[in-house]
Structure formats: structure tokens, C-alpha cells
């Protein structure tokens, strides 16, 4: 028994549970990341309660009272033939011949103590014209719509987000503003419901006649905007001086320029390119159900710290086993002993740079948190390693190996589409190198 537990195959085996008994404190550090990412989502949800919620715009559209008015009949033998009028609301819904949105946005990043969102502020301008002829030839005898009571609705996501209403007119005259949507929800309900906007009472409407319009509106909001494309031709552009737009939703944009001041993206889209009809007939006052329809952009910051920490942690197994091989190579060719206790410190100092990267990485950018805890870890598992070996030939390497470890993992994680291709190569290569190194180590010297 003692021949067998100062061989390899004891000391392999040790090592295979101290890299198990290390999963749990890594365990505890991937959910404090976690943890301080809903913090951080919390924080951000609270600045963008004071602000404006995400901008999710939709109209402007008419909706016009109707009713219906129906004879049913009914014969029985007692009372025999009776007729009765059933009348049923209903409310006339009438998308745009055509709408232009421009939206041109300044942003800025607020803070709630460590934690900041992306916010911005502007103008969204929304102009066209609505035909509604089609509309109104399309109703049935029995139906009737009250066309002095047809209003002008615009939803949106938020209702504090609006700050004023600088100018809107229809055809030559002007249009009074007041908040709600009037409870036509264009684009789904909870967070992003469409309980916010505005309407206006409209003039009588000429079943032969189309009527321009123009609304300029100054809003606020945060995060992401998304537009869903009513008329029968949309053409939307948003321009922005953020940085790094992120392109959302059903459609993408047919053109778009993006440089370090800022991007400009524009969208024409046709009816004929969407589900979303040009008129309807609402019976229940309920969600439309257009969602699918939506577009637009995410104000995306290229660093997230929390999602790059999350990574990380992901491949930290890989880097408690690197570090263990390389000290029991070491142990190997310099013949020298190593005890069991400083591979566990040197684990757990692998362990701490997790801790190190998230709490620095919340104070400064994540390059510079990065290239601290890396540099720190890595000059302490050196000098432990010449603390453990006879002399600095061999110890250089420990410094070696975990460098060539964080410049690997640090290329994992700035680039995601080849995360998985970078660490399948990085993990075969090391894999080959072992191999190298102990093709011709007697397993059995020390056992027998």
C-alpha cells in the first residue's frame, strides 16, 4: 500500500478528485456571477422606470365606432313567427397608405452606483397619408360606422416616456393629443404591451379622400427600439450616435451605415411582406397579436461584463487541469515530491481569478480587469512553483503554461462565433503535448 500510494497512479487519482472537490467552490463563484447579473438587470430596470421603458412603436392607425344591426328569427308554435334586432359593436380599424418614421436619437449612459444602461432621447417623426375608401366600400349593408367619431391612435410601449408633442397635422388642420391608446393592443401584452400612447379625435372622414399627416414626437427611452410596419408601404430610418447597433426582429435593414460616431439604417417594407391587414373589423376591443411583425434595433454594448464573466467560469474547469498537469509533469522530470496541499492551493488560486475578474471587471473595463487578475494569478502560481522545485529550469514553465492559458481563454471570449473552434483546438493541443511529454514515462516505476 505505501509503494502504491507514492506512485503515479495514486497520485493521478488524487488529482482527479482534488479537481472534483474544486467544482464546488467554482460552483459558488458561477452562481455570485449570476447573482450579480440580476443585480445588475434590476439596476437597469429601476433607471428605466424613471426614464422611459424600450421604445416599441406601432400606428398611427383610424378606428371608427360601428354596429352591426342583424334580424334573427325565431318561430315556435306558441308565439310563432318572431323577429328580433341584434345590434353588435364593432370598431373599424385602418392601417396607412403610407407611413414614414424618422427617428434620430442622442444616447447616453446613466448609472445607478456601479451599474449603467444605455438610454436615449429625440425626435420621432411620424408622416403619410390614410386612405380609407377601400375600407368603407368594404362594409357590409348591415354594417355602419359612425365616421364623425374616427380617431387617430399611435401605441407605444411607454407612456412616460413621451416628453411633448411638437407639431401634428392633418391634412390643413391641427390634431389635439391625449394619452392611451384606447386600448387597441397592436403588439402583445406584460412588459411590452401597448398600453401607452396617444389619440386624437379626427375631422368627419370623406369615404373618397386621402389626407395626409404629420406628427413630430420628442421621446425617450432605453435599450432597444422596435417598430411594427402597419401601412400598406413603410419606410422607417433611425440614426443614432451610438456605436454598436445590434439589428432585431423580422426584418433587417436594406441599408445601413455604422462607424465609431454613431449609424444611420433604413427600412422599406411592403404590405405584401406581412401579415398585418390593411383593414379590419375588431368585435372584441382585444390583442391583435402582431408581434411577429415587429423590427428594429438593440443599443448593444460590445463588452457585457456579466455574460463575458459567465464564459468564463464556463471554461474553468480546463483551467484547474492545465495547472495540475503542468505541476505533476514538473513533479515527474525533476524528480521532486510534491505533497497534495499545494496542488490544492494552486486550484483555488486559479479559483480566485474568477472572483478577482467579476469584482474588477464592475470598477474598470473588462480588458484591464482581465490582464490584472490574469498577471496577478499568474506571478503567484509562478513563484510557488520555484517555492517547489529545486531551481528556476524548471519553474519558468508553470508561468509559461498559465500565460498561453489566459491568452486563450481571453480569445474565447472575444470571439463567439469561434469560441467553440478555438477551445476544441486549444484543448487537442494540449491533449497532444501531454502525450509528448510522458510517451516514454515508465506508469509502473514507482509502483513496483
Avoid: C
Avoid at 318561430?75 to 427617428?103: C, H, M, Q, Y
Wanted: no cysteine.
Amino acid at each position: 500500500m505505501r509503494r502504491f500510494t507514492r506512485g503515479y497512479t495514486f497520485k493521478v487519482l488524487l488529482l482527479v478528485l482534488l479537481v472534483l472537490l474544486l467544482l464546488i467552490p467554482l460552483s459558488m463563484i458561477r452562481g455570485l456571477v449570476n447573482e450579480r447579473g440580476r443585480t445588475a438587470a434590476s439596476a437597469e430596470s429601476d433607471i428605466m422606470e424613471a426614464w422611459g421603458k424600450e421604445l416599441i412603436q406601432a400606428g398611427p392607425i383610424i378606428t371608427i365606432p360601428g354596429v352591426k344591426t342583424e334580424e334573427i328569427i325565431t318561430r315556435t308554435e306558441k308565439d310563432g313567427e318572431r323577429v328580433e334586432i341584434v345590434k353588435t359593436p364593432f370598431t373599424l380599424v385602418i392601417s396607412p397608405k403610407t407611413l414614414n418614421i424618422d427617428a434620430v436619437f442622442k444616447t447616453e449612459i446613466r448609472r445607478r452606483g456601479i451599474f449603467s444602461v444605455p438610454l436615449f432621447s429625440g425626435t420621432l417623426t411620424l408622416g403619410g397619408s390614410f386612405d380609407p375608401a377601400a375600407a368603407i366600400a368594404a362594409l357590409l349593408p348591415q354594417e355602419a360606422i359612425s365616421t364623425d367619431q374616427a380617431e387617430l391612435v399611435i401605441a407605444l410601449s411607454s407612456q412616460k416616456g413621451i416628453r411633448k408633442i411638437n407639431a401634428s397635422s392633418w391634412g390643413d388642420g391641427e390634431l389635439f393629443f391625449q394619452p392611451g391608446n384606447q386600448g387597441h393592443n397592436l403588439f402583445g401584452y406584460g412588459p411590452r404591451s401597448s398600453g401607452g400612447g396617444v389619440n386624437a379625435a379626427l375631422p368627419p372622414l370623406m369615404a373618397d379622400g386621402e389626407t395626409n399627416f404629420n406628427i413630430s414626437i420628442e421621446i425617450q427611452g432605453g435599450q432597444l427600439i422596435r417598430v411594427l410596419p402597419v401601412a400598406q408601404d413603410t419606410h422607417v430610418r433611425i440614426a443614432s450616435d451610438w456605436p454598436s447597433p445590434s439589428f432585431q426582429g423580422a426584418f433587417l435593414p436594406a441599408e445601413s451605415k455604422i462607424a465609431d460616431t454613431g449609424f444611420s439604417a433604413s427600412w422599406d417594407i411592403s404590405y405584401l411582406s406581412r401579415d398585418i391587414p390593411l383593414f379590419l373589423k375588431n368585435y372584441n376591443d382585444n390583442y391583435y397579436g402582431y408581434d411577429n411583425s415587429l423590427f428594429g434595433l438593440d443599443f448593444f454594448r460590445s463588452i457585457d461584463t456579466y455574460s463575458l464573466n459567465t464564459r468564463a467560469v464556463k471554461y474553468a474547469v480546463l483551467f484547474l487541469i492545465v495547472p495540475f498537469l503542468t505541476l505533476f509533469l514538473l513533479e515527474i522530470f525533476t524528480k521532486k515530491r510534491i505533497h497534495p496541499v499545494p496542488y490544492l492551493l494552486s486550484g483555488i488560486g486559479n479559483a480566485v481569478f474568477y472572483l478577482l475578474l467579476l469584482s474588477l471587471s464592475e470598477q474598470i473595463p473588462f480588458y484591464a480587469a482581465y490582464l490584472i487578475a490574469a498577471l496577478a494569478v499568474t506571478v503567484l502560481l509562478t513563484l510557488y512553483s520555484r517555492s517547489l522545485l529545486p531551481s528556476w529550469d524548471k519553474s519558468w514553465y508553470m508561468g509559461l503554461v498559465v500565460t498561453i492559458s489566459y491568452i486563450l481563454l481571453y480569445a474565447v471570449l472575444n470571439a463567439e462565433s469561434y469560441a467553440l473552434l478555438i477551445g476544441s483546438i486549444g484543448t487537442f493541443f494540449v491533449i497532444a503535448l501531454v502525450m509528448f511529454l510522458t510517451r516514454r514515462l515508465e506508469w509502473y516505476a514507482q509502483e513496483d
